[in-house]
């Protein structure tokens, strides 16, 4: 944690951020994106950047990650961009059903030894849970450089009846440090995209 991601913390967070329990929407009825996990933010601000008609709500729980993204929204003026500093989990529990335009999952954490797999992110459970919180047309994309996560979401997002292939996402996706990194050691670099069916399957 550098001074100035701390400082943020202590004097943007505030600000910025809206807790836990509080209704998760857009104060202007803009479209409304979630970010399971933004990291150190750049992402999440390039794209907030370029489509300023939307709001987005970043999660991330690595207090430098959060600082640092804070610093990024006040240096360039970011007005809609929100931060919650929680498991994504307890986050999606809280957004209400229809809700969001998109959500993106952008390099998740792979957990690659199977006995870890179990705590993987994309779960058929919370595959579920994703679905209900997305509007009908509403994009999941998801990007992972794990060729054997990416075939694990593609068959777990595949199979959720509410969920259909996509062609495209919200919003472009921009290269980010850690993904050019993954491309220098030979990471095959894949993007997934579903949309939430505008009609439900029967029985659901």
Known sequence: MTAAQQRALDELYPKY???????????????????I?????????????????????AVEVHGP?????LNRIQRDGLGNIRVMRHDALEVL????????????????????KKRHHKRRLVREETASLMARKLAAGGIL?????WPDYAE?????LGAEPLLELA???????PTTKFESRGQRLGHP?????FQRRRKAPAGR
Not at 38 to 53: C, K
Not at 93 to 112: K, R, S
Request: no cysteine; proline share 6%; hydrophobic share 45%.
């Open 189 to 193: 670099i894949r993007d997934l995209y």
């Open 152 to 156: 694990h979401m593609s068959a777990v």
């Open 65 to 69: 990650g959060v600082g640092s993204l």
């Open 17 to 35: 951020s809206i807790s836990l329990g509080s209704r998760v929407v857009s104060a202007r009825g803009a479209p409304l994106v979630l970010e």
């Open 93 to 112: 529990q809280t957004v209400d059903d229809d809700a969001l335009a998109a959500i993106h999952l952008f390099f998740p954490d792979p957990w690659p």
């Open 141 to 145: 994309h998801a990007a992972t450089d």
């Open 167 to 173: 062609a495209r996402g919200f919003a472009e996706r």
């Open 37 to 57: 996990g933004s990291g150190m933010g750049e992402t999440t601000a390039a794209i907030a950047a370029a489509r300023p008609d939307a709001d987005f709500v």
